[in-house]
């Protein structure tokens, strides 16, 4: 009777434990589109979609489809599929990589087989976002769509308009989801395109794995780092953006891990303290009991061990009792003088009877010293469960206090800004009501400040000498033109300076002259390798060979040119005569001429007679 109320009470404490908390279910389907048909294959759609699955599944989801290269048939059994195991989910979430076209405003998923000849076909052999929004309709908790579908689409160039006005768009359109605790997040902002990168995976996958599988982290501050992460890597030329809303409540992908202050208790330790209660009672009633409720695991074994001893218990001691009966029965054939044989059978019966004996003791034995093993392997092994659960916990403990930290300091960064903000509107608004009065300041003063500012927002080229002039008055009526004011160009105004100084950066477009090329903020000259030349429009053009012309004589001209050269004065020329005298020979100066037959007088050592003289008139 005692066993047996045991026995209830062991059932009584293990129902008491057998309930347990409905996890929340949920679903993800992911399709990667690479191997086109009739365009060139995409790299990265195939690795992306391994990745994300990947993270799915590290993520703990009940149900995670990957689908690779889907045609048009396969994309929509796929759908229908995953529609209905989304009826059944909490959680819905679908993963798209590859090709996508917006037609008229509306977005479009192409499978692979798609040819898209003209705009028409694009109903026909492609699927509107709209059908993957249905069939994560029924999900009830979260409903999320990840577009990486907004590249550079080779399908709008070949397309064949049945309608001239129908617009075919860069990227995707936006979308408004009309669900409830529905997000669509895009690769790139509407009308723009995504990058693939230079590595296997794209960026905005690679950013997606990195950020959503955070524990607690709500899903619209994860996809603010994916976009964050996006923008470094690409050089801010691709932006993510997400539509949709969700509730106030944080929506984290994977729900953070509770923070306990004290020991976390042993999954194990409903089991191991039923067990202990059945190695109290040590009866095979209770070891019965605990195998029926567990029938299998580590305890399982170390129970079935137990039961083996008490077996082994009950087989000694049964040995033992026909072996004292079998003496007695001897002791009582000798007591009454029984005949040989009857002794001598008595003898071999008690005889047989000790043996059994003897192997039931060593069997019990060595039953025992196998129960004994396990149970030190029990102590050893709940030793390092301990221990393995006390770094789990101090690890876990270690995360809760990076996400407090960060959570911290991203409220005080948001409190800041709002003091911030707070702090500019009142200032703001005491400007607003504070009269406002001119700084006394000469106008030369004013003048210089309104050409300094002018010359930084790029409208003037000239130097700020305080002297409004026309080039002045041109820069300020440029200034109007591009930032949509009307001041006075006449004048160098207050209000002119205080609009000038609103624009952070360049207003006036950067117009260089011929042969010169803008580059930031500054005029570079255009160098062009040899053979070629600047053209009328500022490209590099090779220079062509010019053939030679003949030309016919203009007489006329040639003839007054002879004319006019012939009516000149000529001018004093040598006339190629030599004078000799005392002093030796030399050439007649320019102008002058030889008169000869002159008498001429004797010279030491020379001989006389006529001679030669220089006249010059």
Not at 569 to 584: D, H, L
């Amino acid at each position: 009777m005692g066993a047996f109320r045991i026995f209830l009470f062991l059932l009584t404490v293990l129902c008491l434990g057998c309930g347990s908390a409905r996890a929340e279910k949920r679903v993800a389907l992911v399709i990667g589109n690479s191997a086109y048909k009739s365009v060139p294959r995409l790299t990265n759609p195939v690795n992306d979609a391994s990745l994300v699955g990947g993270m799915f599944r590290k993520a703990g989801f009940d149900t995670v489809d990957v689908k690779l290269d889907l045609s048009v048939v396969d994309m929509r059994k796929a759908l229908r599929e995953f529609g209905s195991k989304a009826r059944e989910a909490e959680v819905a979430v679908i993963y798209y990589a590859g090709h996508g076209i917006e037609l008229d405003g509306n977005n479009y998923l192409i499978p692979t087989d798609a040819a898209l000849e003209t705009d028409t076909d694009v109903f026909d052999e492609a699927f509107p976002l709209d059908r993957l929004l249905f069939a994560i309709e029924p999900a009830k908790q979260l409903r999320l769509v990840i577009l990486d579908a907004c590249r550079d689409n080779p399908f709008a160039k070949t397309m064949k308009r049945t309608v001239a006005a129908r617009a075919i768009g860069r990227g995707l359109a936006k979308v408004e989801p009309t669900s409830p605790n529905t997000m669509i997040a895009f690769a790139a902002k509407a009308g723009s395109t995504a990058s693939d990168g230079d590595s296997k995976n794209s960026p905005f996958a690679a950013a997606l794995v990195e950020r959503l599988p955070t524990p607690g982290l709500d899903l619209r501050k994860a996809f603010g780092f994916v976009r964050d992460d996006v923008l470094k890597s690409t050089g801010y030329k691709q932006e993510p953006y997400v539509y949709g809303s969700l509730g106030g409540d944080d929506m984290p992908l994977i729900a953070a891990k509770p923070v306990v202050a004290g020991p976390q208790a042993n999954p194990d330790s409903e089991i191991r303290r039923d067990y202990e209660l059945a190695l109290q009672l040590g009866t095979r009633d209770g070891w019965t009991a605990f195998l029926n409720r567990f029938p299998s695991g580590f305890y399982t074994d170390l129970a079935k061990g137990q039961l083996n001893k008490i077996a082994a218990e009950e087989t000694r001691a049964t040995t033992a009792d026909k072996a004292r009966q079998a003496e007695e029965e001897k002791a009582r054939l000798a007591a009454e003088r029984a005949n040989k044989a009857e002794q001598e059978k008595a003898a071999a019966a008690a005889k047989v009877a000790e043996e059994k004996r003897l192997a039931a003791e060593k069997a019990k034995q060595i039953e025992e010293a196998k129960a004994a093993a396990a149970e030190q392997r029990r102590k050893d092994a709940e030793a390092a469960v301990a221990k393995a659960l006390a770094e789990k916990q101090a690890a876990e403990k270690v995360l809760a206090e990076k996400l407090a930290n960060d959570k911290a300091a991203a409220e005080t960064a948001a409190k800041l800004a709002a003091e911030k903000q707070a702090s500019a509107s009142a200032e703001q608004k005491v400007a607003a009501i504070a009269p406002s009065s001119p700084p006394t300041m000469s106008p030369q003063e004013t003048t210089k400040l309104v050409q300094s500012e002018l010359r930084r927002v790029g409208c003037l080229s000239a130097s700020a000498d305080g002297d409004w002039n026309a080039p002045s008055q041109r820069s300020l009526t440029l200034f109007n033109k591009y930032a949509g004011t009307k001041f006075d160009a006449k004048l160098a105004s207050f209000d002119a300076l205080d609009a000038i100084k609103a624009k952070p950066g360049r207003v006036c477009p950067l117009v260089c002259d011929h042969g010169f090329k803008a580059d930031g903020d500054a005029c570079v000259k255009i160098t062009c390798r040899a053979g070629y030349r600047v053209n009328d429009d500022n490209e590099c053009e090779k220079v062509q060979d010019k053939k030679p012309v003949a030309k016919r004589d203009d007489a006329p001209a040639r003839d007054t040119e002879r004319k006019k050269t012939d009516a000149a004065p000529s001018k004093p020329q040598s006339s190629g005569q030599i004078v000799c005298g005392q002093a030796g020979c030399r050439p007649v100066r320019p102008g002058c001429r030889l008169e000869g037959n002159s008498p001429a007088l004797f010279a030491k050592g020379n001989m006389g007679g006529y001679t030669n003289v220089e006249v010059c008139n």
